[in-house]
């Protein structure tokens, strides 16, 4: 495939703006110059050298973030993980010296990553930190506007920075036209089914009989193959039958955590705040006729419209205070997905100055969607019920730039990839009256998209 950053202009143009950097306050420095648009998940391929490398798209956007390599990372634990990647991030974004591209939308430096979505961790997310947020070597970004490259390095690894982006376009290749090949996978619940139901039941019995409202209860199914399991597959699927989701990959060493969410926790541009609120599930029809029938059900269902509202209060309640204007709708409206369909109320709030996308992130997660309502009470009440380590499934997962923008995503629909083993989670919301049947059924339809897209097969 030939490409644009083949070109030995983008070389000397990336070596002469580090050079005019010289004498920064910092030791970090980042450039950012315009570069032909290349597919990003053939870049995410070609930096597979890489411990570290991420993946982001919206394809209905024509957004991506491809990130390889380690220029700097912060990481944080525990109950106050948030606060201290928002001051880390603060810091680090000051004490870069950068040089940018006047039209590129993000502002340099540009970090990548996510948050787990408790406290505590285990062997199963070795790699994936409570909280760590990464400044890639070389960031290449896409919007319906352009493409450029984002590279920043210590002063004295420029040189070794060029030479890395040579070596990464001479491993890009267009792979778009290959036929995929199927795997054969072996998929074991980590509860047994009849176990999960029963839990359900619980659940609800509690919720009748306490100041519980909802409870998320997740299912972690593991499935295995003959061979090593590859991210690159397995996204394009998802890339190309899950436009209007975020499609992201995060991998470290041999593992790689994935995934197609519709689920956006927040965007922040400038003082716009951007939430989701997603909740209430049914089905597809198999008919045009018998797909709007379910969606209508939907929409006047009185179980899924108290769990959707259960979320809208919430997010209302937690923005209202920094917000100077609220724009909620009324009522919700359909978001469809190739196998389940939706309710979502699109939020947008006017925010007082101050904020940026982590503390927004930390203000908002989890919402009810992820975790229940009372919020506290239910993510006690979660590892009483859940016999697994959720680790960044259901955690924000994103970006964030100088400035403080970017956005995050509630990392469901989800797998954590290692060798021949992935472990696939999907979550259901508990409340009064849901029946362990119909919610078992829900998680399955959840479950579908990864193990598809890890399987090449249909169910």
């Known amino acids: 495939m030939t490409t644009g950053l083949r070109s030995a ?30 597919d990003a998940l053939a870049l995410f391929e070609a930096g597979a050298a890489y411990d570290a490398r991420s993946y982001i798209e919206q394809p209905a956007q024509a957004f991506s973030l491809v990130a390889l390599g380690s220029a700097a990372e912060i990481r944080s634990e525990g109950s106050r993980r948030f606060a201290e990647m928002s001051a880390a991030w603060r810091k680090l974004a000051a004490e870069t010296t950068v040089s940018s591209s006047s039209d590129c939308p993000l502002a340099a430096p540009v970090a990548l990553g996510g ?3 408790a406290g505590g961790g285990s062997a199963t997310w070795a790699g994936f930190p409570e909280a760590a947020l990464t400044v890639p070597r ?7 506007a352009g493409a450029w490259l984002i590279a920043t390095s210590r ?6 920075l060029v030479e890395e982006l040579a070596a990464v376009r001479a491993r890009v290749v267009d792979t778009t036209a290959e036929v995929e090949a199927t795997s054969e996978l072996r998929m074991s619940d980590g509860t047994p089914p009849d176990d999960w139901k029963q839990t359900v039941g619980t659940i609800v019995e509690r ?40 499609t992201f990959a995060f991998a470290h060493g ?38 709007a029938a379910i969606g209508a059900a939907l929409l006047h269902d009185a179980k899924e419209r108290e769990e ?46 101050g904020q940026n996308v982590i503390d927004l992130a930390a203000l908002l997660h989890p919402t009810p969607a992820a975790g229940g309502v009372p919020q506290r009470a239910a993510c006690d009440l979660i590892d009483t019920y859940e016999p697994f380590d959720r680790g960044w499934y259901a955690g924000p997962v994103g970006w964030t730039d100088a400035r403080g923008d970017g956005e995050f995503v509630v990392a469901i629909r989800s797998a954590l990839l290692r060798g021949r083993e992935a472990r696939l989670y999907a979550g259901c919301g508990i409340v009064a009256g849901s029946d362990p049947d119909r919610e078992f059924e829900e998680s399955r339809m959840k479950l579908e998209p990864m193990r598809w897209a890890l399987s090449g097969t249909n169910s």
């Open 9 to 38: 202009a983008v070389d000397d143009t990336l070596a002469r703006a580090f050079a005019d950097l010289a004498g920064g306050p910092g030791d970090l420095a980042s450039v950012t110059i315009p570069v032909p648009a290349l």
């Open 115 to 117: 948050f787990s979505f």
């Open 138 to 144: 070389l960031l290449f970004v896409t919007t319906n």
């Open 155 to 160: 002063r004295n690894e420029v040189e070794s």
């Open 207 to 246: 919720i009748n009989d306490s100041d519980l409202r909802k409870l998320v209860l997740a299912r972690e199914v593991v499935a295995l193959s003959g061979e090593d399991l590859q991210p690159l597959p397995a996204l394009r699927r998802l890339r190309s039958r899950y436009e209007r989701c975020t």
């Open 254 to 291: 041999s593992s790689c955590f994935m995934g197609a969410t519709p689920e956006r926790l927040v965007r922040l541009d400038g003082r716009t705040a951007r939430v989701d609120s997603l909740a209430g599930t049914a089905p597809r029809g198999a008919t045009k006729e018998e797909d």
């Open 308 to 353: 959707h509202q259960l979320v809208v209060d919430a997010l209302r309640e937690t923005l209202a205070p920094i917000a100077s204007a609220l724009d909620i709708p009324d009522e919700p409206r359909l978001l469809t997905m190739p196998n389940v369909q939706h309710l979502e109320t699109p939020i947008e709030a006017t925010l007082a100055d």
